[in-house]
């Protein structure tokens, strides 16, 4: 019977792209994951090692290093490098052969003072990225591979053809509340433009930073807003869905992302037309009036413009926008293409560590 391949994983326990790229492989190989963070729905098919960050935060690269001796893994999949290059920092040394880093848009644009220094060391390493921009930045030191997170096209998919023009139109965003989202921006236009927006339900929603979540809710009381727009926390998977396919728009203000982010994808996915801002990998994915549309970083104006040109577009135009976003989808961003390419990547890095 042939051995499994014993795959390590160190990625934060919160992310929605770690789960949906480790419990893919946990369905045909070993995997252990090594996480920060809390998981709320464990796998059964994995085996969980919890990294306590805290007092013991300086011990852990440590304590990573130990299980990779324990485990004896084939590859080393480390997501998210500014949270985990410290922790894996001897793994990168000790085991580059079978390291892969996956840095992350956050890893590369906004890092801290400390990561830009451990990043000087990463040169001759094996990387996945999912952002023409970061492969970019890379390639020139390192094997960049370029897989995508993937999209589950079954479960995004709106079977339905609907008549927006004839309900109460909901435009969703999904970004959360960290200042990096930018929904200020989206507030300010809903404020701005309100008596022009009275048919229009704003809907906010994503993980929680308190300070903006508070901020934005004392700005929505003090213009009254309340009316027009809604806040909500992180959303479960199925009411989330029903947002997305429910949505005549859906609008993304981050002003930094790298590859296209899930909320935009799946929205395309779900046949929702985006806008979103025209910064990092998002040119790449989306073309206005073809299969979604851009304003300009951070532009009040642009993003006016935009969203009352969309509002007037015909009901059939409308349709053709979405299906075309749809099978942008399909063409470049499918969970099960994207998953067997890294698989296939996996392999040939098993091959090649073994004769070394």
């Not at 709106?158 to 008549?163: G, I, L, S």
């Not at 004392?218 to 199925?238: A, F, G």
């Not at 981050?254 to 990092?280: F, H, P, Q």
């Not at 409308?318 to 969970?335: A, D, P």
Request: hydrophobic share 40%.
């Amino acid at each position: 019977m042939k051995k499994k391949l014993k795959i390590l994983f160190l990625a934060p326990g919160q992310s929605i792209h770690s789960h949906k790229w480790i419990n893919f492989f946990s369905e045909k190989y070993q995997i252990y994951w090594c996480h920060t963070g809390k998981i709320k729905k464990k796998n059964e098919n994995i085996k969980y090692y919890f990294l306590r960050e805290g007092l013991n935060t300086f011990f852990l690269p440590i304590i990573f290093f130990i299980n990779i001796l324990y485990i004896k893994p084939d590859i080393i999949h480390i997501h998210s490098i500014s949270k985990n290059l410290f922790i894996s920092f001897f793994s990168v040394i000790f085991f580059k052969q079978k390291t892969i880093l996956n840095p992350w848009g956050s890893d590369v644009f906004s890092p801290k003072l400390f990561v830009k220094f451990l990043q000087y060391f990463i040169k001759g390493n094996i990387i996945f990225t999912d952002s023409f921009i970061i492969k970019k930045i890379f390639e020139r030191n390192n094997r960049v591979f370029k897989v995508n997170f993937g999209i589950d096209l079954k479960y995004y998919n709106n079977v339905k053809n609907k008549n927006f023009k004839k309900r109460e139109k909901i435009i969703f965003s999904p970004r959360g509340y960290s200042k990096v989202y930018n929904q200020f921006l989206l507030v300010e236009f809903v404020k701005k433009n309100k008596n022009k927006l009275k048919n229009f339900r704003f809907i906010i929603a994503g993980a929680v930073d308190k300070v903006e979540l508070l901020f934005l809710k004392k700005y929505i009381s003090k213009y009254n807003l309340k009316n027009l727009i809604s806040l909500k926390s992180h959303l479960n998977k199925d009411l989330y869905k029903n947002f997305l396919i429910s949505s005549y728009l859906v609008i993304s203000a981050s002003r930094s992302d790298a590859g296209l982010s899930s909320c935009i994808a799946e929205a395309m996915s779900s046949k929702s037309i985006v806008l979103c801002t025209n910064n990092r990998d998002n040119p790449y994915w989306i073309k206005n009036n073809i299969n979604g549309f851009l304003f300009k970083d951070n532009d009040l104006k642009d993003l006016e413009k935009k969203f009352f040109y969309i509002t007037n577009i015909s009901n059939k135009k409308y349709l053709k926008i979405s299906e075309r976003s749809r099978q942008t989808q399909k063409n470049f961003n499918n969970l099960s293409i994207e998953m067997l390419r890294a698989e296939k990547i996996y392999k040939k890095i098993h091959k090649h560590s073994c004769f070394n």
